[in-house]
Antibody, heavy 118, light 108 residues
């Protein structure tokens, strides 16, 4: 059974760093793109970027390039999303999702809620 | 960057009615790499359709996708109570793999 399990909710202050995780199981991790999607409170889905763990090829949305870093560790079948300096505007739910071989994000994590406030 | 525009913003219908949701792209979507998702409050999105017209595993056949190039449609043939939700389209033919802004299907 394919599963994506994300790390728990975070409460942070502006300027702090954060690294969240998306641990996968039930499939061959290196062979599928893993993406990250932001959903701000009451708003729609925003594609942040993806990584192909097999060769670490990473693509970012222009809106998020330079703001976050996406990485993956094949040894533990886990993808990561990190910030070096959070802003209040980073408050949102963040989802990881696997792109299926035939397209579309076919499996999703449960989401990680990030709250950034002074 | 391909911009996806979904219409209408909100669709008010009754159970049993047909729902037609539109997704228009600012430029042609490569290989019809267009997906549709359903999202309910407090839940992660669920993949309904990929490749513009192929239902994902376990998706009922009342959901169908059509279209090509820049114009795509999601049709729900007869709305069930559990179908009232938010729906998003996404193109994954060229980076960034953008989402539309969503259509809410609400009970009339």
């Amino acid at each position: 059974e394919v599963q994506l399990v994300q790390s728990g909710a975070e409460v942070k202050k502006p300027g702090e760093s954060l690294k969240m995780s998306c641990k996968t199981s039930g499939y061959r991790f290196p062979g599928y793109w893993i993406g990250w999607v932001r959903q701000m409170p009451g708003k729609g889905l925003e594609w942040m970027g993806v990584i192909y763990p097999g060769d670490s090829d990473t693509r970012y949305s222009p809106s998020f390039e330079g703001q976050v870093t996406i990485s993956a560790d094949k040894s533990v079948s886990t993808a990561y999303l990190q910030w070096s300096s959070l802003k209040a505007s980073d408050t949102a739910m963040y989802y990881c999702a696997r792109r299926g071989q035939l397209g579309g994000f076919d499996y999703w994590g449960q989401g990680t809620l990030v709250s950034v406030s002074s | 960057e391909i911009v996806l525009t979904q219409s209408p913003g909100t669709l008010s219908l009754s159970p049993g009615e047909r729902a037609t949701l539109s997704c228009r792209a600012s430029q042609s979507v490569d290989s019809n790499y267009l997906a549709w998702y359903q999202q309910k409050p407090g839940q992660a999105p669920r993949l309904l359709i990929y490749g513009a017209s192929t239902r994902a595993t376990g998706i009922p056949d009342r959901f169908s996708g059509s279209g090509s190039g820049t114009d795509f449609t999601l049709t729900i043939s007869r709305l069930e109570p559990e179908d009232f939700a938010l729906y998003y389209c996404q193109q994954y033919g060229s980076s960034p793999w953008t989402f539309g802004q969503g259509t809410k299907v609400e009970i009339k």
